[in-house]
């Protein structure tokens, strides 16, 4: 794929679910025979029309039924070396499904790879029925899954191309609809359950994962004003997480801080606050995230200030903490 | 001022065409022109020609006289 300032602007115009589907889909489509796509009536949102016109072969469509679509995705799995991918909304594919997940996907370590689109609080205006604060939490319980979302539309390409060669059960949970903010502008190399640094800093290091990187770069900037130096760390899979990169961290940091668009009870703080409480010694630690509230109907901006999670409150609640450190 | 020629490479480079087979081009006649190549279209023009195109305009860039049309908008292509 091409990764330069022009094609970094194209997906982020096209947002991760359509860039995903444009692109990554497309180009595995082309290369591979030897995988499904399945769906629960759900092409036309996963944006896949083109994919479904152009390889009708892979596609099956169980209509709107997330339990029998994860079944029949571990199934097919089985039928193919290539396995099979499902796309349908991330609220449904996950908390609708997950006995579904836990038995034919996970027990049975199945190379299903599961694709929540319109994760987050992406549908914010549509209610707590298409929000999933919760979701990869508790995927993220689930043994053998790896457990992961982009930061922007590239990386959400970068990542579905990449999972093909992992023949593992795997969810990731899709959330930047168009006009996605741009974290990378240049080429990197992608791997899962390896964090990206993607700025130094040892004052206080951020570790973020899908929207909120963007966020906590912006954040990042705030922080620079105050003569703080903020590193920011896409821990862009959670599970497995990159305890490497946090040990690092953890011995040089004042502060860390996880942010997510999620809760902070069991997704990325939860999975660090757990890492580090099996050290000896270990840096503070400050999760932010959806506390432990509903928040009011609204637009997925409306929804993150209602949580705190616009960089500017990033920023204060990260000097807030670190004024009760001193 | 951007020239027509400018405009012609931009189109058929995004949409991966020869310059013989633009003219009159439309989704109809081009292959690759798919929902993706219109918006990667979109983005080509609004880089390349410094603007930014209305929702409006988006929707009626559906052939390449369409396109040269909207640039013409925007009055950023001569066109002799």
Same mark, same amino acid.
């Given at each position: 794929?091409?990764?330069?300032r ?6 982020s ?24 796509v399945?769906?629960?009536d ?13 390889f ?22 089985g ?10 909304y991330?609220?449904f594919?996950?908390l ?13 370590k ?13 549908m ?17 319980l689930?043994p ?13 390409i ?11 059960p ?11 903010p ?13 964090a ?16 909120m990187v ?23 899979t ?11 961290y ?8 996880t ?9 990325l703080?939860?999975?660090v ?8 010694e270990?840096v503070?630690?400050?999760?932010l ?16 200030k209602?949580?705190g999670l616009?960089?500017?409150c990033?920023?204060?609640r990260?000097?807030?903490r670190m004024?009760?450190?001193? | *001022? &951007? ?7 931009? @189109?058929c480079?995004? #949409? %991966? ?5 633009? +003219? ?14 219109? *918006? &990667? ?6 880089d390349? @020609?410094?603007?930014? #195109? %209305?929702p409006?305009?988006?929707?009626k +860039?559906n ?11 925007y ?5 002799s």
């Amino acid at each position: 794929m091409k990764v330069d300032r022009l094609s970094t602007k194209i997906y982020s115009r096209l947002g991760q679910t359509s860039a995903v589907a444009g692109y990554a889909m497309k180009e595995l489509g082309t290369k591979y025979d030897d995988f499904f796509v399945a769906y629960a009536d759900s092409i036309a949102i996963a944006k896949q029309n083109n994919f479904q016109t152009l390889f009708p072969e892979k596609v099956v469509n169980v209509g709107i039924a997330e339990q029998s679509l994860v079944g029949i995705a571990a199934g097919l799995a089985g039928l193919s070396e290539g396995g099979c991918y499902a796309f349908t909304y991330a609220a449904f594919i996950t908390l609708r499904a997950m006995e579904q997940l836990r038995i034919y996907m996970s027990y049975q370590k199945r190379n299903v790879k599961l694709v929540g689109v319109f994760g987050g609080y992406t549908m914010g205006t549509l209610g707590v029925s298409h929000w999933t604060p919760e979701e990869l939490g508790m995927v993220r319980l689930l043994p053998n899954i790896i457990v992961c979302t982009p930061a922007d539309a590239t990386e959400a390409i970068k990542m579905i191309t990449a999972s093909y060669d992992v023949k593992s059960p795997m969810y990731i949970r899709l959330s930047g609809v168009e006009n996605c903010p741009i974290v990378y502008t240049e080429d990197y190399q992608f791997r899962f359950g390896k964090a990206m640094t993607l700025r130094e800093g040892d004052d206080v290091v951020v570790v973020a994962n899908g929207l909120m990187v963007n966020e906590a770069l912006q954040a990042a900037k705030i922080m620079d004003s105050h003569g703080i130096r903020c590193g920011v760390i896409n821990m862009h899979t959670l599970k497995p997480l990159d305890t490497e990169i946090l040990s690092e961290y953890a011995r040089k940091a004042r502060l860390i801080v996880t942010v997510e668009e999620g809760s902070v009870v069991g997704g990325l703080g939860g999975s660090v606050a757990e890492y580090l409480s099996g050290k000896r010694e270990h840096v503070p630690l400050l999760r932010l995230g959806a506390s432990d509230f509903q928040a009011r109907l609204g637009s997925q901006d409306f929804i993150w200030k209602q949580y705190g999670l616009s960089s500017a409150c990033i920023a204060d609640r990260i000097l807030e903490r670190m004024g009760e450190l001193q | *001022m &951007a020239t027509y020629e400018e405009y012609l490479k931009v @189109f058929c480079e995004t #949409l %991966e065409i020869e310059k013989e087979s633009a +003219l009159g081009a439309t989704p109809k006649t081009v292959e690759n022109w798919d929902s993706i190549k219109q *918006m &990667a279209l979109v983005v080509t023009l609004e880089d390349t @020609f410094d603007i930014e #195109l %209305e929702p409006d305009d988006i929707m009626k +860039l559906n052939s390449f006289e369409a396109g040269l049309e909207v640039l013409k908008k925007y009055g950023v292509i001569s066109v002799s």
